[in-house]
């Protein structure tokens, strides 16, 4: 996204702000369309939020891959799209086993499966941006 600095601004005229400000609203836009979200839903769920179903697909396939238990169960509608997207339904993978338990026997695995769907994003053109965990258990260190 292209902003303006804060220090620079006042040298832009009114004529260059309006187009910086027309840039900046056409790239954040253009972003919009190529972000989704994923969760990694306690105990065993991996949730994909607005995304594409090509995304979906690369995460199914990142998950028989990388994940040797299977799933239990999938539902959603194979990606968001782009139409409606404030009311986009998730996507979302259960899988079998106890993934995202810290002191699990599946958490070597876990990870693996993790850096598998990483991996295959990023060889179909994903990249990360950015985690954050928003919520906090009891047995979370730290």
């Known amino acids: 996204m292209l902003e303006a600095l804060p220090e620079y601004s006042e040298a832009l005229t009114p004529a260059a702000a309006a187009m910086a400000a027309a840039a900046a609203a056409a790239a954040a836009a253009a972003a919009a369309d190529d972000q989704a979200c994923i969760e990694l839903e ?3 769920g991996v949730n994909i939020l607005y995304g594409p179903a090509a995304l979906v697909a690369v995460v199914r396939g990142a998950i028989k891959q990388c994940w ?3 799933t239990s169960s999938e539902s959603g509608a ?3 799209g782009r139409t409606g997207r404030p009311e986009a339904t998730p ?3 259960q899988l079998l086993g106890n993934l995202w338990n810290p002191f699990g026997h599946d958490t070597v ?3 693996e499966l993790l850096l598998g769907i990483l991996r295959d994003m990023a060889g179909a ?3 990360l941006v950015g985690a954050l965990s928003i919520s906090k258990l009891l ?4």
């Open 125 to 127: 053109g994903w990249r």
């Open 78 to 80: 194979g990606g968001s």
């Open 91 to 93: 996507h979302q993978f």
């Open 68 to 70: 040797p238990r299977g």
């Open 42 to 44: 306690y105990p065993s």
């Open 139 to 142: 047995f979370d260190c730290g």
């Open 109 to 111: 695995r876990s990870r």
